[in-house]
């Protein structure tokens, strides 16, 4: 590859630039972790920068499939650190500098902590051709030069992973993001007055709570299903806060959520999944690992 001369620089700059929403999107849905999406647009960067200009006839195909190839690399060796991971593996929660995603049904739900706990149910390759043909999409051929399949195979990985993902996650209907915080707001008031017949009518009578700790902070070592054992779950969260904690409402992931705080240490952040004006899931992040950069506000598109 030729080392790019100054002007031309300047232009690999301008044109990286302009697509890294989509580019950050691609990566952070691919890996489940926005820290590390981070990493791999830099290394894709350092690679786009000496590619020769005159060759590319696509950039957005061209650095799709870069940030494709160097995700995927990442994944693996994630994959490999999970073997060891103590209880549920849950993604980053991703703060949103606005709310203009939620506008487009598709990216609102494919950034969704539901639509990325199905993906990692997938293999790495089948995530990526599902992300990258559901979500952005791009041809089947475009895709095989990213995951150095051929576009045949591609086609049949691409219909096995939907019908997976679907089968999981049955619904794909917009979701009202005004009766979802609504709905997570009368259930945490009303889960700081002890009113349990509350929380009960507002949680989905198979409702799960999922924390993800990796052994470092309390929690829940294996989810817990079932309003019952939900409910008291989050009553016993609330003598946390009478001892000094409280909860700041906010949003990650297009869905209502709440940071955690005990006096002046940050504890974690739970982000509610609602459906049908009921509370169906819990993602409760404890993992200090994880939180790092859940204050950094970021830019999707598609």
Known sequence: MSTPSTGNSTEHAERFTHLRPLL??????ILGTATESDDVLQESYLRWAEVDLAGVTDTKAYLAQLVTRQALNALRAQSR???????PWLPEPLLLETRDGAADVVLAESVSMAMLVVLETLSPDERAVFVLRE????SHDEIASAVDKSASAVRQMAHRAREHVQTRRKRFDPVDPQLSTEVTQRFFTAAATGDVN???ELLAPDVVWTADSDGKRSAARRPVSGAQSVAKLVM????????GGRFEPTTYNNAPAYKLYLEDSFEGVVTVEVVDGKITHFYAMRNPDKLTGVDIPRVISR
């Not at 650190?81 to 209880?87: A, Q, T």
């Open 236 to 243: 016993g969260l609330m003598r946390f806060v009478g001892q």
């Open 81 to 87: 650190r999970r073997e060891d991971y103590v209880g």
């Open 135 to 138: 979500v952005f999409g791009f």
């Open 198 to 200: 509350v929380l009960l």
């Open 24 to 29: 950050f999107t691609i990566a952070y849905e």
